[in-house]
C-alpha cells in the first residue's frame, strides 16, 4: 500500500488539533468548574439539572415565606401578650371597684378612668399593623381597620371571618393571622356554659353568682329567669269533683249550693243550666261561671283534669288562708259532683319570707297543645273586640324612660289625640301601674287598659269593644316599648287571624281561620295542616278539645320551633311566643345553692319581691362591649337613695365582668396557644426544607460540579498527548524527499 507524504503530513497536523481541542476543553471545565460546558454535552443530565434548579428555588422562596410568616406570627404572639397584660391590670381594677362601698367616689372614678384608658389601648392592639402596613386581625381584609367605636360606647367589627394561609412547603401551609372576630368578638359571656344578670330595678340586696354545670347530662341551655313573688301570691284552693260532672239538663232539676271563699259570707248558686250532651269541660266552665256571676265578682275558675272530673279553683288568693267552702247543698248539687267541703290552698306553706318561680324563656322545640277551644254552638271566632296595640320590646326586667331622648307617645283613640310624656326608671312591679295612670291623665279613668304578656311586651286596650273602636299609635320618641309607628287597630271582628314563624323562619305563613257555629277543634286543625303543612291533630277526647302541633316532620329537631301570633291566641290558648314552662315555686335560702336543668347557681344577699334575676345561654359578646358594661355601671355609683339595692347591682356588675374578663383571658391563651403551635410547625417544616435542599443540591452537584483531581489528570494526559503529536508531526515534516532533491 503506497502511502503519500501529505497524506502523513495532515494526519499529524489533524492528530495535533484534536489534542489541542481536548486540552482546551479540559481547560474551560477547569475554569468553570463544571463537567457539562453546553446541554448537548449531556442532555439527560441537563434535563434532571434543570428540574433540580426548579425545586430548589421553590425551596427558597419557602423558606421566604417561612421567615415572614414567623415575623408576623411573632408580632401577633408579642400583641397579644399585650393585651392579656391590659386584661389582668382592668380585672385588678374591676376588683378593687368591687371592694368600694358607696362612699370614696373619687377613688371609683380613677378606677373608672384608667379602665377606660386600658380599653383605649385594647382598641389599640386590636388595630395593630404588621411592617407591610397590612392590619393583624382583619381576616382577608388586611387593608381595612378592622375595630372602630362611635366614642359612645359601642364598637364595630369591619374584618371579616377569613384566615391568611402562607404555603411554607410542598404539602403544608400555615395560617399568618387570626380574625378580629375569632380573636375579640366570639367571647362566651359568663362561665362559658351560661352567664347571670339580674333586674334592672331590682329593690333587694340580692347577687346570683356565676354559677357551673351540674350535670352535663341534664344541662340545658335555655335562658331562666328566677321571679322573686310574695308568700300571699303562692296559694290557691282547688277542690276536685270525685265523679265527671254530669251532662244534663239543670233547667229541670238545680244543683243549689252555698260557696264561700276567703272566709267571705256564704253566696247562694243555683246553677240551672241546659247541659245536656255537653262535655265535662263545658259544665265546669258553666258552674264556674255561674258562681262567679251569683258572687258578683271573678272568683273561680273551671276545668277537668286528666280523669275528667270537675275542678274548681280560686282566683282570688291570700296567703296560706285561702279556702273555699261549700255548704247547704240542694237538688242535683250531689250529681254535679258538688260535696260539702272546706278546701284550703294546695301548695304546703314555707317558713321563708320570700320564694320564687323558675320560668324557661327559650322557645320549647317542635310542638305546642292550644287551650280547650271546642265550645259547641259557639262561634268562637266572631265578637266584638276591643282595639289592642303591642310594643315590641321585652320589658320583664323594667323600663329607663330617662336614658337617651326624652320618651313620648302621641296616640289617637276615637279621635282623641294625646301624648304622654314618660319618665323615671320603673321595675316589673310598678311599670303596668305608671303606664296606666299616665294613660288615665290623658284619657280618662279605664278608657284604655295597661297590661303585660308573658313575653314582658306591653299592651294598650280600649275598654269599650265594638266596629267603631279604634286605636292608633301617631308616633314616638325614645321608643323603650318598642311601638311600630303608625300601628293601627279597631275593634272589627278579626280574632280569626294567626301567623306562625316554623322552625326560625323569618317570614310567617297566614293563617285566616273559618268563623261559625260549633267549629270543632278537628276542624281548626285540618285548617292549620292545609295553610302550614304542620301535623296538627285534634285527639277527640270526650274530655277536651285540644288541639296538638308539631313540626316533627321537618326533620329539624334541634333547631324546631313554632312562633304564632296573630289576634286568634287568646281564643286558641296559644302563648304568643311559646315559651313559659314554669317549675314548682321554690323557697328562698341565702347561700343556697338551687340547681335545674343542669345548672346550679345560688343568691346571696337579700332579694325583695318583684326582683328577677336571669340565667341564660351563653352567647358571644365582644370584649370591649363586656368592658363598656363594667364602666358604665362604674360611672352609676350608689347614692343615699338606691345605696344597698345599688351597691348589689354594682357588686353583679363586677362579678360578671370578672367572669367575662376570664373567658376573654382564656380565649386569649387559645389563640397563642395556637400560634405558638403554628411556630412549632414553622420550624419543623424549615428544617425538612434544609434536609431537602441539601439533597438536592448533592444531586445536582454530582451532575454538574467538577471533580478536579479527574480534571487535572486529564490536563495532564491531554498536556502529553498534545506534546507527543506535536513531536511526531515534527519528525513526519522531516520524511519528506524534496530535502534531498
Known sequence: MRISTSFFYSQ?????????????RVQDQLGQGVKNLSPSDDPSASARVLGLNQSITKIDQYEENAIYAKQRLELEESTLDSVSLVLQRVRELAVQAGNIGTGDIQTRNAITSEIKQRIDELLNLANTRDVNGDYLFSGFKSKTQPFFTDGAGSYTYNGDQGQMNIKIGNTRQVAVSDSGADVFQKIRLGNGDFSVDQGLVNTGTGVITQGSVSSSKDFVAHDYMMQFRKVDEL???????????ASIDYSGAPATFDISVNDAAPVAVNFNQNMSGQPPLVVAKAVAAQ?????????????????????????????????MTFSNLGGTAAGLGIAAINVTGTNPPLDAERFFD???????????????????????????????????????????????APTTISLNVNGDIQTLNLSGVHNAANLTGYLQSEVNTAYGEDAVIVTRNGAGNIIFTTEESGSDIDLEVLGFSNNV??????????GVSRNNQLSVFIDGSKSPVDIELTS???????????????????????????????IAINSDQFGQTDAAS?????????????????????????????????????????????????????????????????????????????????????LAQLGQAVGNALENIGQSQEGIVDVRTGIGARLNSIESQEDQNFAQQNQLQKVRSDLVDLDYAEAISQLNFQMTALQAAQQSFAQVQQLSLFDFL
Not at 296559694?235 to 260532672?245: E, G
Not at 280547650?372 to 289592642?388: L, M, N, R
Not at 285540618?526 to 296538627?536: F, K, S
Request: no cysteine.
Open 12 to 24: 499529524g497536523l489533524k492528530n495535533m488539533l484534536d489534542q489541542q481541542a481536548k486540552l482546551l
Open 235 to 245: 296559694y290557691s284552693a282547688k277542690f276536685t269533683t270525685a265523679v265527671v260532672p
Open 291 to 323: 258562681i262567679n256571676t251569683d258572687v258578683g265578682r271573678e272568683v273561680v275558675k273551671g276545668y277537668v283534669d286528666a280523669s275528667g272530673n270537675m275542678v274548681l279553683e280560686t282566683l282570688e288568693k291570700n296567703g296560706e288562708s285561702s279556702n
Open 358 to 404: 323558675i320560668i324557661d324563656l327559650t322557645l320549647s322545640p317542635g310542638s305546642i297543645t292550644t287551650a280547650d277551644i271546642g265550645v259547641a254552638g259557639v262561634d268562637i271566632f266572631d265578637a266584638d273586640q276591643p282595639a289592642v296595640i303591642t310594643g315590641t320590646a321585652d320589658l320583664s326586667l323594667g323600663a329607663d324612660f330617662d336614658t337617651g
Open 481 to 490: 316599648l318598642g311601638l311600630v309607628a303608625n300601628d293601627y287597630d279597631s
Open 516 to 546: 261559625g257555629l260549633g267549629i270543632t277543634s278537628a276542624a281548626i286543625a285540618a285548617e292549620i295542616n292545609a295553610a302550614t303543612g304542620l301535623n296538627a291533630t285534634a285527639p277527640n277526647s270526650p274530655v277536651t278539645n285540644e
Open 562 to 646: 313554632l312562633v304564632f301570633q296573630g289576634n286568634a291566641l287568646e281564643t286558641l290558648g296559644i302563648n304568643s311566643l311559646n315559651t313559659i314552662v314554669g317549675q314548682p315555686a321554690r323557697e328562698f335560702s341565702a347561700d343556697t345553692s338551687f340547681v335545674f336543668d343542669g345548672h346550679e347557681v345560688s343568691l346571696e344577699g337579700e332579694p325583695e319581691g318583684e326582683d328577677v334575676f336571669t340565667v341564660k345561654a351563653s352567647r358571644y359578646q365582644d370584649i370591649f362591649t363586656s368592658l363598656q358594661g363594667l364602666v358604665d355601671n362604674l360611672e352609676n355609683p350608689p347614692n343615699d337613695e338606691n345605696g344597698a339595692s345599688r
